[in-house]
DNA sequence: CGAATAATGAAAATATTTTCAATAAGAAAT
DNA sequence: ATTTCTTATTGAAAATATTTTCATTATTCG
């Protein structure tokens, strides 16, 4: 996701573009591994950016909520990573050493009427997340 | 999930079956809502039961890698609920007011050769969760 | 430049995880 | 059935992580 994306897609939703937001967003776009919010708040701090650890807990939930960035929960650690598809798609994440793979795929819509069938629910979202190992973790299971 | 198979699933397993772990097993038995893990402790000290809070963290995320509970994540809330179906399925959450819905189905292990020649990965696992409106949530929104 | 108000951040409140010495469950022997 | 042994599990306390509160600040829109 992009710089230009990212503004636009605030100014769509009447979202204020506020600095802590922007840093947030530009150390995510820098980083190479997914974060954790104390990881971005010690490498925020290390470059002298004013901003506080609630804030990153909250523009991360916002940038979730817009799928902008992907929360990567394996055991008990939390990372954040940006989005690089725009468009709906799913992860697989590597039990072993926490890599992410992209999925750029998604059939899930289709179960939507079955759900509502089945349930009396109205779908409006889902979650679908993949676990397993990665090619450099897969040898070294036993 | 009845007693007998919750006792055998741990002798299958060679987990020890111990004091705490079937008081909580039960509580969730006995529940008509999904609790929070400070649920569960208030109402196990409110009957007397000797039990540490951290025992019942443990003890929910054991449950949880045996998919005999269902952990549900609503915004900040944390609730689980003992599973009925023994085999494999998903749920959906209404957004309103967090009750649960059962589905029966799924047919994403048709997905994992897919996600495996995209990314490489071994699947060896998935989370599948559907969020929407109950059908007495429905008519509230606007 | 002012409103109007969304967003921030410090501090307090909660929630969750980790550590580690003590305990209890299960197996095996008596 | 009781004792003994091994080791998984517990729980109190400390360490971390996350959320809430609320007074202050910063954005955006005339
Ligand atoms: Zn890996
Ligand atoms: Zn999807
Ligand atoms: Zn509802
Ligand atoms: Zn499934």
């Not at 929960?73 to 072993?96: A, F, P, Q, T």
């Not at 998604?106 to 009427?113: A, F, M, N, Q, R």
């Amino acid at each position: 996701m992009n710089t230009g994306l990212f503004k636009r897609l605030f100014k769509d939703k009447n979202l204020r573009m506020s600095h802590p937001r922007f840093l947030i967003y530009q150390e995510l776009l820098g980083a190479q591994n997914p974060l954790s919010p104390q990881e971005l708040y010690q490498s925020l701090l290390k470059k002298r950016r004013k901003i506080g650890l609630t804030s990153i807990y909250r523009s991360l939930d916002l940038f979730e909520s817009l799928n902008m960035v992907f929360k990567i929960i394996n055991g008990s650690s939390v990372k954040y990573k940006l989005c690089e598809l725009k468009d709906h798609h799913h992860h697989i994440i590597c039990r072993s050493c926490g890599h992410v793979g992209v999925l750029n795929f998604c059939d899930i819509s289709s179960w939507s009427k079955k759900v509502t069938e089945s349930t009396g629910y109205q779908v409006v979202d889902h979650q679908l997340n993949f676990y397993g190992f990665c090619k450099k973790c897969k040898p070294l299971q036993k």
